[in-house]
């Protein structure tokens, strides 16, 4: 339990989220208004969103966007490994540069995907 603390603290910095860490329950509002809900799970949620789905939505996404972002760091590092322990190997080579393209591709394609979800959806709350 201690552990899953722990990850979920580092997690959340990582996404830029706020919170309160209690020792007896994780305490979150979502929506604000009339439509606000109170979850145990701490999700991220801004309290601003037009409605408790949305705002839910919102933090899903942010999370989401921090686990990219992992991931992708260590994709590439994995890429950098296998460049260096190829000793010369064409085939390794080849594999660790399709990476290092992989990762470029994905990363140009979530970016082009967050600034068109920014563009659609008005009043800049995913941010």
Do not use: H, W
């Amino acid at each position: 339990m201690r552990r899953l603390k722990y990850l979920y603290l580092s997690l959340a910095l990582i996404a830029g989220t706020t919170f309160a860490l209690t020792s007896t329950a994780f305490a979150d509002t979502c929506g604000s208004g009339d439509q606000a809900i109170q979850t145990s799970i701490e999700f991220g949620c801004t309290g601003n969103g037009p409605s408790a789905i949305a705002d839910l939505l919102f933090a899903i996404i942010r999370f989401l966007t921090a686990g990219v972002g992992i991931v992708l760091i260590v994709s590439t590092i994995v890429a950098g490994i296998q460049y260096t322990t190829s000793r010369g190997d064409p085939n390794l080579v080849a594999k660790s540069k399709d990476r290092l393209r992989a990762n470029a591709i994905a990363l140009l394609f979530f970016i082009f995907g967050f600034a068109l979800l920014n563009y659609i959806v008005p009043g800049q709350i995913l941010q």
